[in-house]
């Protein structure tokens, strides 16, 4: 089993808590996305990334610098956002950061997919921003296949806890041998079950140190989350969805 999750857009650079221990996988499609944007003028970046100015400024003064292989941060430590603060890699015991080494891959607009400990450095470039590189109109077309090839090497079956946004990048390119599960956090409203995109980034988070913690290797292992006040709902869920409703159900 292999757990897909979503990137953030704020990051750091942690260059003392350990070294990374490899590149990612495709940092050729990376260097190329990377000259891509250098050629673009700031006000173009700006416009593609949807910022304010303070972001874009940084942003820009990243990329004026920017080294793919120099001063690189563990992937699984780069990343600032809820998700991430929820799982709280920074304190993984030596078992739950050998499980995610196995099991947990980061999808990156960026760097297509990232093992845990890849080395990498602040970007920003979201999934689904419109970005022609190579005669593709946009950054799915630009991965192609090629991120779900590697997960179908990888395993037969992936526990999606990414958002729709990247998930999309993986999910129609698979084969019908691969078990795909996306896992559903939300609240009962009447008859219907209600996403909220800050508590599910809770979850999501809550959900990868739970399943590092106690070592899940089966995906209907995950049915017994339990966490954040999240119960599995059988009635709510199917093979492909595994729905938790906050509250019970």
């Not at 350990?18 to 250098?38: C, D, M, N, S, Y």
């Not at 100015?53 to 430590?77: K, W």
């Not at 970007?123 to 419109?130: C, T, W």
Request: hydrophobic share 40%.
């Amino acid at each position: 089993m292999q757990i897909i999750i979503s990137p953030a857009k704020k990051m750091k650079v942690d260059v003392d808590s350990f070294a990374p221990e490899g590149l990612p996988i495709f940092l050729a499609e990376t260097e190329r996305l990377k000259t891509t944007l250098q050629g673009m003028t700031p006000e173009a970046l700006q416009a593609l990334w949807r910022c304010n100015d303070a972001i874009a400024r940084q942003n820009v003064e990243r990329l004026e610098s920017m080294d793919l292989r120099c001063r690189l941060t563990p992937a699984i430590l780069s990343y600032e956002g809820i998700q991430y603060q929820y799982m709280a890699p920074g304190v993984f015991t030596e078992e739950q950061l050998q499980y995610i080494r196995e099991h947990l891959r980061i999808l990156s607009g960026f760097y297509g997919i990232l093992r845990p400990f890849d080395g990498v450095t602040p970007y920003r470039l979201e999934m689904q921003a419109r970005l022609s590189v190579d005669g593709c109109r946009d950054l799915y077309a630009f991965w192609g296949g090629k991120l779900a090839e590697h997960l179908t090497k990888e395993t037969d079956c992936v526990l999606n806890l990414a958002s729709k946004e990247y998930s999309r990048s993986v999910e129609p390119w698979l084969p019908p041998s691969v078990r795909f599960i996306t896992c559903i956090f939300g609240e009962l409203q009447g008859e219907k079950v209600v996403e909220k995109g800050t508590m599910c980034k809770m979850a999501r988070g809550q959900m990868v140190r739970w399943l590092a913690a106690n070592h899940i290797e089966e995906p209907e292992a995950v049915r017994n989350f339990a966490e954040l006040d999240y119960q599995f709902s059988p009635e709510h869920s199917g093979d492909t969805t595994y729905t938790f409703i906050k509250g019970g159900a």
